[in-house]
């Protein structure tokens, strides 16, 4: 369908089918005409999204990739003294060019930390020992601290305390450990001594904690899934609003309208923080369930999967941040008819996180801290 250096000067669009895309590294996934995804340029970092084949019949629009600069010149010759006399004009003037700005291929995406890369790849060595991944871990005071507290938590503590990081490492497993780390270390990623974004950073890694917990409790008791894999997705599902929290420096007018910050962080959370999981390298199901964290009414296929976990986790958030969308009756979901058989109260949700209290504060705090 198209080539990196190749189309450099076209846009294009998945209308219908399916495309598989492979980036500079080798990596394949797939994007479906109608899903969310599909709603994005195809073709909006050439570097990283270098060809695209169709394994379906496809219909796809192109466009010059001029029109986009010819609206971003418009965009950028236009001052707000000009239309000053339309609140709503201003508004999409600072959303389009917010949203240009955070697409375009100058796009300068995060970087994991380098104790969160050197866990990942030697807790994916099918020979990696727990003496290997401990010595990585005690190299940094606060992962270690990190690893303990959670090993001795009430959702993985035994009979005894653990003292030290091995025995942390030991109790929880190899690959569950590696997600911990990364759970804990994307925190640096939300800390600013901008008084610019500090508030955004830290109200969405409040938000993350919340989720990721309210993910680990739903997918253990009820969606019967991996709950350390689904806390992981609660963590990430926001992270593009690091980009977005960035765009304020840019844009300091978005501080004095908070109704606009708050829909580019529903518009753009998503969107964005996929493009960052690609970058990171990712599996494709933590990739959708960033897509797809708030989008209630999606079909739910015949197993539940970490996104629909995600969902149910906003459902149950009692502090949701304001850029987060309306919650929906549970009971009128499609995901409702998969989780016939557990309680629900009064107000809706599920009665095992009521239940769960305790094991839920005490989550929430250790990763928040």
């Not at 009128?332 to 109260?345: A, E, S």
Request: proline letters at 4%; a negative charge; charged letters at 25%.
């Amino acid at each position: 369908m198209f080539r990196s250096g190749q189309d450099d000067r076209s846009i294009f669009y998945l209308l219908t089918g399916d495309l598989q895309i492979r980036d500079s590294a080798g990596n394949t996934f797939c994007i479906t005409g109608g899903d969310i995804e599909s709603c994005c340029s195809l073709t909006p970092h050439n570097e990283v999204r270098c060809k695209a084949t169709a394994v379906s019949t496809v219909e796809c629009i192109r466009l010059p990739s001029d029109l986009s600069n010819i609206h971003r010149n418009l965009v950028e010759g236009a001052t707000v003294d000009e239309i000053t006399d339309d609140e709503q004009r201003i508004d999409n003037a600072i959303l389009f060019e917010v949203y240009h700005s955070l697409m375009s291929g100058d796009l300068v995406l995060p970087s994991l930390p380098d104790i969160t890369l050197r866990i990942r790849h030697t807790a994916d060595d099918p020979e990696t020992s727990i003496e290997d991944l401990a010595k990585i871990i005690q190299s940094d005071a606060g992962t270690s601290g990190c690893c303990i507290s959670v090993a001795n938590s009430a959702a993985y503590g035994g009979t005894q305390s653990v003292a030290n990081v091995r025995e942390a490492v030991v109790r929880m497993g190899i690959q569950v450990t590696r997600d911990v780390v990364v759970a804990y270390t994307l925190r640096s990623l939300f800390v600013s001594k901008s008084s610019v974004d500090k508030n955004l950073l830290r109200t969405t890694w409040k938000h993350s904690c919340r989720i990721a917990a309210l993910s680990y409790i739903l997918a253990g008791d009820v969606a019967k899934l991996n709950p350390d894999r689904a806390l992981l997705a609660g963590f990430l599902h926001d992270i593009g609003i690091l980009l977005v929290a960035d765009a304020l420096h840019d844009y300091p007018k978005l501080l004095k309208r908070p109704h606009v910050l708050n829909q580019l962080c529903a518009d753009l959370s998503g969107q964005i923080g996929a493009i960052i999981l690609r970058a990171w390298n990712f599996p494709d199901v933590f990739v959708a369930a960033t897509l797809e964290a708030e989008y209630f009414s999606k079909p739910v296929s015949d197993r539940l999967q970490r996104g629909d976990v995600v969902r149910l986790a906003h459902l149950h958030d009692q502090q949701p941040p304001p850029w987060s969308h309306d919650k929906e009756e549970l009971a009128r979901l499609p995901v409702f008819d998969k989780l016939r058989g557990q309680d629900v109260l009064a107000d809706g949700g599920f009665a095992i996180v009521r239940e769960a209290d305790r094991e839920l504060a005490e989550l929430t705090r250790l990763l928040s801290n």
